[in-house]
């Protein structure tokens, strides 16, 4: 029996699942309020169904010591809709050269460090960065690219981008990058999550790393198992780093959605307002929203029979939970945070209804089957449909 004067929320044929987790997002507060805010980017997570996002340091100022985390703790808990656990910088700046305040950092609420943006910048310094995170107990998410390689590029390498006329990269950009990680990984024993993994090749050595017992994670993006290079047009939305791939890559990274390789579904919500995107494919900066499409883009490869149900709850649950070092499950006295979600409700997405402060996303008028129904963040219903 429910106790009286309580809220009876029906859940009959909908699906109740422990609170998504996105482990990858920028919020852009502090310093780019035009383009989103904590209050605005929790509401359209909220609205995708996640209970918790991870907010990634790359804001201005950036995420580099304990008084901007604070900042951001603070303003979370006055102005967030879900709960928001912010990244530290791992070297001052993300410049690449001393490192942050990182035990500082995580007394004041951080989760994970990265320099995320870019890679961090060389061996030895990611070595010094994973000596302090194994002994903090911190996961290292890395943006896995070889700079020499990347070298100016707006796109995949391969037919599409010479047909567009636009400066591409090869995926040997992020898998080199990952070579590297996992073997300074290995020296240091540190937690290594690979963010945003788009090639096979990288999704072979992460494949290997587990085989051989090392403590490597990895994530790929909704926009990653869901488009190809062969989508990139002359339009901003299609631009975004790491660049969408070729089909093989595409499909390796579906096969490692289900085969457990990959651990974690996460949006890389990277919202930039009209005004900056609205400028040449070369000049804009990278970057797609993704809160409010990624359970609908889930659902497609359920229904397409390429992952369970269950599979690709995991990813957005367990999955990053694990990453983290959490545990994520429905159980008495664990915190209510649930994601009600349909697998059948039929709706069409519009940016322009969007609750993110900006639009830039290749999903525009893309009909789903399939959306988040209620979130609910420590017992408080904060999203319904
Ligand atoms: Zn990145």
């Not at 790359?58 to 580099?64: A, G, L, Q, R, S």
């Not at 890395?142 to 100016?152: M, Q, R, V, Y």
């Not at 590297?180 to 050595?205: F, M, N, P, W, Y």
């Not at 085969?259 to 970057?287: C, M, N, S, W």
């Amino acid at each position: 029996m429910a106790p009286q004067n309580v809220e009876i929320f029906d859940a009959t044929r909908l699906i109740v699942a422990p609170g998504f987790i996105d482990i990858h997002a920028h919020l852009r507060e502090p310093g780019q309020e035009s383009s989103e805010t904590i209050e605005t980017g929790t509401q359209a997570a909220a609205r995708g169904g996640f209970t918790a996002v991870c907010c990634m340091p790359n804001t201005k100022p950036v995420n580099d010591n304990a008084s901007v985390t604070r900042f951001i703790v603070d303003r979370a808990k006055a102005h967030g809709n879900v709960r928001v656990w912010p990244i530290g910088a791992a070297s001052v700046g993300s410049m690449g050269e001393a490192l942050a305040e990182i035990a500082a950092m995580k007394q004041a609420g951080i989760v994970a460090v990265s320099d995320d943006g870019r890679p961090i910048a060389s061996a030895k310094l990611l070595r010094q960065v994973m000596e302090y995170c194994r002994a903090l107990d911190l996961p290292v998410i890395d943006h896995c690219e070889d700079s020499s390689l990347f070298a100016g590029a707006v796109m995949r390498e391969g037919k599409q981008s010479v047909r567009l006329g636009l400066r591409g990269m090869p995926a040997a950009t992020e898998s080199l990058a990952v070579a590297r990680d996992v073997q300074v990984g290995e020296l240091t024993g540190c937690k290594l999550h690979i963010a945003h993994l788009s090639a096979r090749a990288s999704l072979e050595l992460v494949r290997a790393a587990k085989a051989n017992g090392l403590p490597v994670t990895c994530e790929v993006t909704p926009h990653h198992f869901t488009l190809t290079d062969e989508d990139v047009q002359y339009d901003t939305r299609y631009k975004m780093n790491p660049p969408l791939a070729s089909r093989e890559d595409r499909d390796a990274l579906i096969a490692g959605l289900a085969d457990g390789t990959v651990d974690a579904i996460a949006t890389d919500h990277a919202p930039h307002e009209e005004a900056l995107k609205q400028v040449e494919f070369d000049r804009a900066p990278f970057g797609v929203t993704g809160f409010e499409t990624a359970l609908g883009l889930g659902l497609e490869l359920v229904h397409a029979g390429n992952i369970s149900l269950l599979r690709m709850v995991e990813l957005f649950t367990s999955g990053p939970a694990h990453v983290l070092g959490m545990q994520r499950r429905i159980a008495e006295n664990e915190p209510a945070d649930l994601t009600i979600f349909s697998t059948e409700h039929k709706w069409k997405f519009r940016a322009e209804d969007s609750a993110s402060k900006s639009r830039n996303s290749p999903f525009d008028g893309r009909e789903f089957r399939g959306a988040p129904m209620a979130t609910i963040v420590a017992g408080k219903i904060v999203y319904r449909r």
